[in-house]
Structures are given as C-alpha cells and as structure tokens.
C-alpha cells in the first residue's frame, strides 16, 4: 500500500525555520518525483519545491527561492524540506506527493502527482 506520511509542522515565530518529513512507504521513493505543495484558508494549493526522480534535480516557487531546500535521503525513503526565513504567508498546510517522471517538474501540475500525504500544518505568527 502507497503511503506518504508528512510531519515537523508547528508554529513558528517569523524568521525561524522548520524541517518537514515525508516518509514514504510501499513504494522506493527515489524512482518517483516528490513534491511539496501548500494550501493556505482560502486560497488555491500551490507547488513549493520538487524534487525530480530522472536525475535529482530541484525546483522551487519563486516564493520560496533562497529560503527552502528540498532534499531526499534514499537511505530512509524519507524527503525534507527544510523551511527557513519563514514569513507569515508561509503559513499554510503542507503536502507531499509523488508522481512518476514528469516532463516539465517546475510546473507544479498537482493533478500529475497520484499519491498525496494528509498533510501538517505550518503557522509562522509572532
């Protein structure tokens, strides 16, 4: 059974910084694409960063450039996504999700992506 579990969301004070986890089970996560998405109240869910299974190459918002990392730890079929300089409009639930090889990865098309995670949410207030 696919299974993608996400965790290390919390509040967080603005300019601090968190490390969100998703694990995944069932599958190799390595030979698929893993994205990070987010979903604020109100407002249509938005790719953050992937992670490209052809060849581990990374994207990122134009939001989050320079502030975020995506990283991939075969060894524990695990993928980060290390979030700092936060900002209040960071604030939002977070997703992981896989999709098989995509052609054009910076394009964050959700609906590519097959398996998706509960999600954990993410509050950056003072």
């Known amino acids: 059974q696919v299974q993608l579990v996400e965790s290390g969301g919390g509040l967080v004070q603005p300019g601090g910084s968190l490390r969100l986890s998703c694990a995944a089970s069932g599958f190799t996560l390595e030979y698929y694409t893993i994205g990070w998405f987010r979903q604020a109240p109100g407002k249509e869910r938005e790719g953050v960063s992937c992670?490209?299974?052809?060849?581990?190459?990374?994207y990122y918002a134009e939001s989050v450039k320079g502030r975020f990392t995506i990283s991939r730890d075969n060894s524990k079929n695990t993928v980060y996504l290390q979030m700092n300089s936060l900002k209040p409009e960071d604030t939002a639930v977070y997703y992981c999700?896989?999709?098989?090889?995509?052609?054009?990865?910076?394009?964050?098309?959700?609906?590519?992506?097959?398996?998706w995670g509960q999600g954990t949410q993410v509050t950056v207030a003072s």
């Open positions: 992670i490209s299974s052809a060849d581990g190459s990374t």
């Open positions: 999700a896989a999709a098989g090889i995509l052609m054009r990865p910076e394009n964050f098309e959700d609906d590519l992506y097959n398996d």
